[in-house]
């Protein structure tokens, strides 16, 4: 087993083409360095990062001790109108780390972490993705974007997952792509939740989603998976929304990406 390996201190800023990546190492270190501990478990095991975020001086933090969690927690902070400029522009409501690798089609990867919503955190009826698998858009030969491959989405107090698949090599129109829910149910505030997913990617048959909540199976599906792709989806974890008064704030811990099965 091959385990996908980052290191905190070298941060980059993920453009949304990860062919095109803006150098700037160190950033989130500069922002949190002062509480990074010597001893820092799962983010000094994690080589190179990438980073969408608006970077405001709350926007993430290292926590050493929260809620009875040995390992260090990630504090993720939106709040109204934050956003972050990709390469052309564009301007989204998203605070994500990302690990910056592709797994290879067919290829077998498990993923997993740890998420904190605290007991007040706002009820809404508004998107946000805590953990999602991001196809690279084929802009070159015009497509404007797509939706992930596989999104942990947390709505009304519910969270669910879903799939997107498509033969086609280019997608013209992203809402046209075929969605496949794979669960969806009341999620507890104020503890924490470890998700699990083990992904095949591959948009033919043999593609494969299993995914876990706190060790119970909640799905396993065997089918097509994201795109026609030469390379999977990207791994991304943090917030992604629709902007919103309210201010949300969640913890991320363990967060861990493996080649193989576990």
């Known amino acids: 087993m091959k385990c996908t390996a980052w290191i905190f201190c070298s941060l980059l800023i993920a453009c949304s083409h990860a062919t095109h990546l803006e150098s700037r190492p160190n950033v989130l270190a500069t922002l949190v360095g002062s509480t990074l501990p010597s001893s820092s478990g799962w983010l000094q095991s994690l080589p190179t990062w990438h980073i969408n975020s608006p970077l405001n001086e709350y926007s993430i933090r290292v926590i050493t001790q929260f809620q009875n969690r040995e390992s260090p927690t990630l504090r993720f902070e939106m709040r109204e109108g934050d956003t972050w400029t990709g390469p052309q522009g564009s301007r989204t409501f998203r605070n994500e780390l990302i690990p910056g690798t592709f797994p290879n089609v067919g290829g ?10 605290p ?12 953990m999602q698998w991001w196809p690279q858009a084929k802009t070159e030969l015009g497509e404007e974007g797509r939706s992930p491959s596989l999104a942990l989405r947390f709505v009304n107090g519910e969270v669910s997952a879903t799939i997107r698949h498509s033969p086609l090599r280019v997608i013209r129109d992203p809402d ?26 591959s948009h033919r048959d043999d593609g494969l989603v299993q995914a876990w909540l706190n060790g119970e199976l909640l799905a396993d599906y065997h089918g097509p998976v994201g795109y026609s792709d030469d390379q999977g989806p990207l791994f991304k974890f943090g917030m992604y929304r629709n902007d919103s008064k309210s201010t949300y704030v969640a913890y991320f811990s363990d967060c861990s990406e493996q080649e193989g099965t576990l």
């Open 108 to 117: 077998m990867r498990e993923y997993s972490c740890s998420i904190f919503l």
């Open 119 to 130: 007991s007040d955190f706002p009820i809404e009826d508004n998107r946000l993705v805590l």
């Open 176 to 201: 046209q792509v075929a969605k496949v829910g794979l669960f969806r149910r009341h999620l507890q505030l104020g503890t924490w939740q470890t998700f699990k997913f083990r992904a095949r990617w």
